[in-house]
């Protein structure tokens, strides 16, 4: 399996490079050169597989034979077999068609789980097979960072910093990410917002020269086509689990990075009947806009309840845009250097065949809280806010009342207390394995948003000077 740049002009990569490239040269992200498509007699035929080896059917030829078939399955089996569910992502019903995909089963209680879990095993593998250690960068607004260190805090091969809005996450979500033990694990709280920190990011991988050619640096954000590739079993898991292939599914996606919906119109892609997909977004409505008035343009950033989608941009809509634009990396070029700068407008006729397919729907904090609210109230089930956008989402857009209704939930809600108490509802326990979370000893560096500090840090602990 080869890989291509969005924007035409980087070279092609096979899955192995494309782990470890992040970003493309040409500031473009990785897709599939070809989707893998498959018939509805070879779905049918995966009725019944646990997660794993479900995993292994779609995962295979992406990864097209740079690990050993025994060692790639034996490597999902680890991955999946640390989820808290023996299946790893059940169903939960929540009115006479209408569910909810729990994927927040696995170490840190979202989503990010799935892939981030899977992440750490393959780079920790392909590392070891070139003889190289790597740096990871990451910024998040609170689910990706628990999810990357816990996910690669057992690697030899990896430093991983992770930094955090100071003050801006969750004291859950915080604490999930600071008290993880790793000698090769570092938090950083900066002095800003989630985009500063996305900023340094990328500044460090346009120009990696502060590594000094002795290291990697690799990408733990949605942009890493390992963590898309990984969230596409879920789909197909769904669905089979619903009847499917032999009847349709809707699904709302929560969504902030396009990552969790993109890997979703992947799998419709690759043969998975799918009625609808529903774009769900809180007040941080770029996507929906985009998709309902077919306007780009950005919004300042909003802090809400639902702070796991709180964005400006949503860098994963790029390799949307590149299907809508036949693949055209050239035109995808300029368009992306255009939106970056003004209000665009996309092809229309493109437009019009994204809509055959996706709904949007935005859903505000109020509403967010009524929705927790009215699902607890109807059934006893307590839905985390993204979740409850989801749900809420799902409600207004739904199609056909006869095709099952499925809402991607991206996280557990005990790790957003706010957002419960707000619905007037008590937050739930802690799991088990996190019952003492609020004991345990943090550690995390407070650092001013300047980007040499960071460099600075990151060259002093990997280099000792
Ligand atoms: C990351 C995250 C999302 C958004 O996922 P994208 O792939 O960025 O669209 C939604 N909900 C939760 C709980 C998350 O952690």
Not at 264 to 282: C, D, E, F, R, S
Not at 387 to 410: F, H, N, Q, S, Y
Request: aromatic share 8%; hydrophobic share 40%; charged share 25%.
């Amino acid at each position: 399996m080869k890989y291509i740049s969005t924007r035409g002009n980087a070279p092609e990569l096979d899955f192995e490079n494309v782990l470890l490239a992040g970003l493309a040269t040409d500031g473009g992200l990785y897709v599939p050169k070809e989707l893998p498509e498959y018939s509805l007699d070879e779905i049918r035929s995966w009725r019944g597989l646990p997660y794993s080896e479900l995993a292994f059917k779609i995962i295979k030829p992406f990864v097209g034979g740079a690990i050993e078939d025994d060692v790639l399955a034996k490597m999902l089996d680890e991955t999946y077999a640390g989820f808290g569910h023996k299946a790893v992502a059940p169903l939960a019903q929540i009115d006479s068609s209408e569910y909810v995909l729990e994927l927040f089963q696995g170490p840190t209680l979202a989503f990010k789980d799935f892939a981030l879990q899977l992440l750490g095993r393959l780079l920790d593998h392909v590392l070891v097979k070139r003889n190289e250690r790597a740096v990871i960068i990451g910024a998040t607004s609170g689910d990706t960072g628990s999810a990357a260190i816990e996910g690669c805090k057992h690697s030899d091969h990896v430093d991983i910093f992770i930094m955090h809005p100071h003050n801006r996450v969750s004291e859950v979500q915080r604490k999930q990410m600071t008290t993880i033990k790793g000698d090769n694990v570092f938090n950083i709280a900066v002095e800003g917002n989630f985009d500063d920190c996305q900023r340094m990011v990328k500044a460090c991988f346009a120009d990696q020269d502060f590594l000094r050619g002795e290291r990697r640096l690799v990408a733990v954000n949605s942009i890493n086509w390992a963590r898309i590739m990984a969230q596409i079993v879920y789909y197909f898991y769904a669905s089979l689990n619903l009847g499917g292939p032999d009847r349709e599914v809707a699904l709302s996606v929560p969504t902030g990075n396009f990552g969790d919906i993109f890997a979703g119109y992947l799998a419709h892609k690759m043969g998975l009947p799918v009625k609808q997909l529903i774009v769900a977004t809180n007040k941080n409505d770029i996507l929906h806009r985009a998709i309902s008035q077919n306007k780009y343009e950005k919004h300042p950033l909003a802090h809400t309840l639902s702070p796991s989608m709180d964005i400006v941009v949503s860098s994963n809509f790029e390799r949307l845009l590149f299907d809508v634009y036949g693949r055209d990396g050239a035109a995808l070029a300029s368009l992306m250097d255009r939106m970056n700068s003004e209000t665009v407008e996309f092809d229309k006729d493109g437009m019009a065949k994204v809509r055959e397919m996706f709904d949007s729907h935005a859903v505000n904090d109020e509403v967010t809280c009524e929705t927790i609210k009215q699902v607890y109230d109807e059934t006893g089930y307590l839905l985390d806010p993204h979740t409850a956008i989801g749900v809420k989402a799902a409600r207004e857009c739904r199609r056909d009342a006869t095709v099952p209704m499925i809402t991607l939930g991206t996280a557990h809600p005990v790790k957003f207390a706010e957002a419960i108490e707000k619905a007037g509802l008590e937050t739930p326990q802690l799991p088990h394995h996190l019952l003492d979370l609020f004991e345990r000893e943090e550690r995390y560096e407070v650092m001013e948003n300047e980007l040499s500090n960071l460099q600075n840090f990151v060259v002093k602990t990997v280099f000792g000077d």
